[in-house]
T-cell receptor, first 112, second 118 residues
Framework: GESVGLHLPTLSVQEGDNSIINCAYS??????FIWYKQESGKGPQFIID?????DKRQGQRVTVLLNKTVKHLSLQIAATQPGDSAVYFC???????????FGDGTTLTVKP | DTGVSQDPRHKITKRGQNVTFRCDPI?????LYWYRQTLGQGPEFLTY????????KSRLLSDRFSAERPKGSFSTLEIQRTEQGDSAMYLC????????????????FGDGTRLSIL
């Protein structure tokens, strides 16, 4: 069967390894999804987004995967660097409603 | 590049006092949002504006809270008779919004105002 990645509140990886951060969303009407990175004392910073008519989108070193069947979103970071250490949040958006609903964050720690 | 600007960055006040925060969005962004974030949690939606119209308010926004965006540019969030539970980071975000093509646009956040109630 299909496995769904679990959300973990913390993730520790070695520098250079790939990281996978998972998120479950709740609203079937959500049609737009965003990953944000938040460093201490700062506001969330946009990383990558994906619309509900897509299942994969790639950016620079980051890939977002969307599985609408099980309402699951993941963020893959390739060759993780110490500067990637931060809290990562997924957000789901129902563009008719306008607001974003944030999931539980994952604190990523990159060990040198 | 002028991103979203919030003022003040930190506010310490005594319980029962009124506080007001200001947010200057990215120029020409039609949508402006307010969120509250407590330690270890994701931002929680409070309210948002399309230009000067306040279109939605969360149940979190009690009658002690009021937000305005009088000219469709900057916004203020006021908390009256502050309580201990109001201690949090208050985040403002903006996005283009307002048209069909611009609806799926990420929100750009400021660095927030941290409120501490003594």
């Amino acid at each position: 069967g299909e496995s769904v990645g679990l959300h973990l509140p913390t993730l520790s990886v070695q520098e250079g390894d790939n990281s996978i951060i998972n998120c479950a969303y709740s609203n079937s009407a959500s049609d737009y999804f965003i990953w944000y990175k938040q460093e201490s004392g700062k506001g969330p910073q946009f990383i990558i987004d994906i619309r509900s008519n897509m299942d994969k989108r790639q950016g620079q070193r980051v890939t977002v995967l969307l599985n609408k069947t099980v309402k699951h979103l993941s963020l893959q970071i390739a060759a993780t660097q110490p500067g990637d250490s931060a809290v990562y949040f997924c957000a789901e958006v129902n563009t008719n409603a306008g607001k974003s609903t944030f999931g539980d964050g994952t604190t990523l720690t990159v060990k040198p | 590049d002028t991103g979203v600007s919030q003022d003040p960055r930190h506010k310490i006040t005594k319980r029962g006092q009124n506080v007001t925060f200001r947010c200057d969005p990215i120029s020409e962004h039609n949508r402006l949002y307010w969120y509250r974030q407590t330690l270890g949690q994701g931002p929680e939606f409070l309210t948002y504006f399309q230009n000067e119209a306040q279109l939605e308010k969360s149940r979190l926004l009690s009658d002690r809270f009021s937000a305005e965006r009088p000219k469709g540019s900057f916004s203020t969030l006021e908390i009256q008779r502050t309580e201990q539970g109001d201690s949090a980071m208050y985040l403002c975000a903006s996005s283009p919004g307002g048209s069909q093509g611009g609806r799926n646009q990420p929100q750009h956040f400021g660095d927030g105002t941290r409120l501490s109630i003594l």
